[in-house]
Nanobody, 125 residues
Framework: QLQLVESGGGWVQPGGSLRLSCTASGFTLEDYGIAWFRQAPGKEREAVSCINYSDARTYYADSVKGRSTISRDNAKSMVYLQMNSLEPEDTAVYYC??????????????????WGQGILLTVSS
């Protein structure tokens, strides 16, 4: 069974930083792009970031560009999303997903092989 598990969520104050982790099992992580998505209360799910095979290229939504960094460690089957300068608008359940299309069109959320269960990130005073 292919599986992704998120970790590293929690509560931070505005302006703070947090690193989310995504751990893969049951498949070879290096065969997929890995994307992060989020869904805030009362809003639709949106794409956040994606990293393709071999850590060769990364993609970011405008909402997080410049303050977020996605990275991967294929040997450890892990992908990370470092988020800085967090604001209440970043509060959401964050999901990682494996993308057989290697991040091409990941924003559509179509054709993803497997999703994690999601983890909550709360940014508030």
């Amino acid at each position: 069974q292919l599986q992704l598990v998120e970790s590293g969520g929690g509560w931070v104050q505005p302006g703070g930083s947090l690193r989310l982790s995504c751990t893969a099992s049951g498949f070879t992580l290096e065969d997929y792009g890995i994307a992060w998505f989020r869904q805030a209360p009362g809003k639709e799910r949106e794409a956040v970031s994606c990293i393709n095979y071999s850590d060769a290229r990364t993609y970011y939504a405008d909402s997080v560009k410049g303050r977020s960094t996605i990275s991967r460690d294929n040997a450890k089957s892990m992908v990370y999303l470092q988020m800085n300068s967090l604001e209440p608008e970043d509060t959401a359940v964050y999901y990682c997903a494996a993308d057989p299309a290697n991040c091409h069109g990941y924003e559509t959320m179509i054709g993803l092989a497997v999703w994690g269960q999601g983890i909550l990130l709360t940014v508030s005073s």
